[in-house]
T-cell receptor, first 110, second 113 residues
Framework: TQLLEQSPQFLSIQEGENLTVYCNSS?????LQWYRQEPGEGPVLLVT?????EVKKLKRLTFQFGDARKDSSLHITAAQPGDTGLYLC??????????FGTGTSLTVIP | NAGVTQTPKFQVLKTGQSMTLQCAQD?????MYWYRQDPGMGLRLIYY???????DKGEVPNGYNVSRLNKREFSLRLESAAPSQTSVYFC????????????FGSGTRLTVV
């Protein structure tokens, strides 16, 4: 069983649309991160959130950590083809290892 | 800076063969990790090394061994490869505190036939 569940698993949208990806768990995390992975490459860190309720913005991407630190969301405004990739959330429960979600594969059609 | 370098990028093994995946980082990070990535399963931790001289099992360690050769290098060995070990393997490194996140290598795509 996965500690972190992501939804949706696949998402295909037109350029300019908005979208939200969810990362949910029944466990509490000390911090949570979002990564983007492109084909043939390793994941690249986008953001780290550590405080319940925290919201961080990275250009058109908005990340939110749930108040109870069990869930997170990633919202993309006006999606671009360059946003295409696999989005992974990862939670830390202490120590220095992360538990990764199953991923959301996003395709933005020009 | 190269970051995290993994070799080889691709490998095909026959069942029962052995091989070692190499990983090196040039960021002076304390912690290093080996993950495997399979469709629908996400990234699963095989082994990690919190600091030079220490190694610990992760979620899926069976069939693998690791060596933290020095602060820079962390290798993963498959002693007797099985088809179930067909996967993409990623090495990662971090400062050690989870808030800093991981830096990943570009992966090794391994096929066991």
């Amino acid at each position: 069983t996965q500690l972190l569940e992501q939804s949706p698993q696949f998402l295909s949208i037109q350029e300019g649309e908005n979208l939200t990806v969810y990362c949910n768990s029944s466990s509490v995390f000390s911090s949570l991160q979002w990564y983007r992975q492109e084909p043939g490459e390793g994941p690249v860190l986008l953001v780290t959130v550590v405080t319940g309720g925290e919201v961080k913005k990275l250009k058109r991407l908005t990340f939110q950590f749930g108040d109870a630190r069990k869930d997170s969301s990633l919202h993309i405004t006006a999606a671009q083809p360059g946003d295409t990739g696999l989005y992974l959330c990862a939670g830390a429960k202490g120590g220095n290892q992360f538990y990764f979600g199953t991923g959301t594969s996003l395709t933005v059609i020009p | 800076n190269a970051g995290v370098t993994q070799t080889p990028k691709f490998q095909v093994l026959k069942t029962g063969q052995s091989m070692t995946l190499q990983c090196a980082q040039d960021m002076n990070h304390n912690s290093m990790y080996w993950y495997r990535q399979d469709p629908g399963m996400g990234l699963r931790l095989i082994y990690y090394s919190a600091s030079e001289g220490t190694t610990d099992k992760g979620e899926v360690p069976n069939g693998y061994n690791v060596s933290r050769l020095n602060k820079r290098e962390f290798s993963l060995r498959l002693e007797s490869a099985a088809p179930s070990q067909t996967s993409v393997y990623f090495c990662a490194s971090s400062e050690g505190e989870t808030v800093y996140g991981y830096t990943f290598g570009s992966g090794t795509r391994l096929t066991v036939v």
